[in-house]
Nanobody
Framework: QVQLVQSGGGLVQAGGSLRLSCAASGSASRSTYAMGWFRQAPGKEREFVAAINWSGGTTYYANSVKGRFTISRDNAKNTVYLQMNVLKPEDTGVYYC????????????????WGQGTQVTVSS
């Protein structure tokens, strides 16, 4: 099992930037975990945002964030990042990082461990 602790987030104006961090601990093999970011807007289901494989060499993005968000990881620090640029009001929601053994996935039900969530609010 992997424990995930998130930081970052907050309130920003449209067009601004934020960076989310997700620090992992608790497993001797956590560097072999694929990591993902998901978000949940009020009244909506949780949705995929971005994912990265264990080495950082493969990334996937939702179409809605492609070109604006960048997922990365530093295995020496056991941390995954989500750099969010050119933020839009529709990016508002609670963001969650997640970990899973094996290959990268866009499906939230394939992730085993979740962070506590962090609020991102983009004002227009």
């Amino acid at each position: 099992q992997v424990q995930l602790v998130q930081s970052g987030g907050g309130l920003v104006q449209a067009g601004g930037s934020l960076r989310l961090s997700c620090a992992a601990s608790g497993s001797a093999s956590r560097s072999t975990y694929a990591m993902g970011w998901f978000r949940q807007a009020p009244g909506k289901e949780r949705e995929f945002v971005a994912a990265i494989n264990w080495s950082g060499g493969t990334t996937y993005y939702a179409n809605s964030v492609k070109g604006r968000f960048t997922i990365s990881r530093d295995n020496a620090k056991n941390t995954v990042y989500l750099q969010m640029n050119v933020l839009k009001p529709e990016d508002t929601g609670v963001y969650y990082c997640a970990a899973r053994r094996g290959v990268t996935s866009r499906l939230l039900n394939e992730y085993d461990d979740w962070g506590q969530g962090t609020q991102v609010t983009v004002s227009s």
